[in-house]
């Protein structure tokens, strides 16, 4: 099983290491998103475990939207 784990690193070198086509990605949504869209080299196929980091700031986000869709409800 390959492991892909990378924070803080150049997009060049996240996508040298997305051609070992990894078993397993970390990754913030928005750096996801960006290696979905703009590296030719990588797609999820492969990916057997994705963990998105900040995960609990996406949810935290809904929450709010939520909340500020009811109060206009009422």
Do not use: Y
């Not at 949504?29 to 030719?40: A, K, S």
């Not at 996406?58 to 009811?70: A, D, G, I, K, P």
Request: with cysteine; hydrophobic share 35%.
């Amino acid at each position: 099983m390959r492991r892909w784990i990378a924070g803080g690193l150049s997009l060049k070198t996240q996508e040298a290491e997305l051609k070992l086509r990894p078993d397993v990605v970390v990754s913030t949504p928005g750096r996801l998103i960006d290696h979905v869209r703009n590296t030719p080299c990588f797609n999820m196929d492969g990916v057997e475990v994705l963990v998105l980091d900040e995960a609990d700031r996406m949810l935290e986000e809904v929450r709010r939207s939520e909340e500020h869709t009811s109060e206009l409800q009422s």
